[in-house]
């Protein structure tokens, strides 16, 4: 089974269905960040935030995580993508991961509107693979 995009339904979000439960797909993204030095900065477990206050949710997780030496350089160029870092990934559900893709989006396709040099949408979009790997692995 092969890792599957699914865009429809939500502009600006990318799913992708995972091999693994949210849990164990939260650990293998956290490891493969590590071992690149992505620094990540909140891990927000929302099931258990809300079990805390006698509610029930299925599992979702939320990773917040990014590279100044990756981010600096896009702030330098076009100070407004700070809104837009540190980069985010959501694990929900059974066995799917989302992203928002408005990251890729300006990195990638709009850079010149955004007034990204090209050369710096590899910052952003050299992540994505990581993602990925982490739900197919």
Do not use: C, W
């Not at 797909?25 to 620094?39: D, N, P, S, W, Y």
């Not at 799917?96 to 979009?125: E, M």
């Amino acid at each position: 089974m092969s890792a599957q995009r699914v865009t429809a339904g939500e502009p600006g979000i990318v799913r992708i269905d995972s091999h693994h439960a949210v849990a164990q797909t939260v650990e293998r993204l956290e490891a493969l960040l590590k071992e690149r030095g992505i620094q990540i900065f909140a891990h927000f477990d929302f099931t258990a935030d809300a079990a805390r206050t006698d509610l029930t949710m299925r599992p979702e997780q939320l990773l917040i995580f990014g590279s100044p030496k990756a981010g600096t350089p896009l702030m330098q160029a076009q100070p407004t993508v700070g809104l837009d870092l540190p980069l985010k990934a959501s694990y929900l559900g059974r066995r799917r991961r989302s992203r928002n893709d408005s990251l890729q989006r300006s990195a990638v396709r709009a850079a010149a509107p955004r007034g990204l040099p090209a050369t710096l949408s590899g910052n952003i979009a050299g992540v994505i693979p990581l993602l990925e790997r982490a739900a197919r692995e």
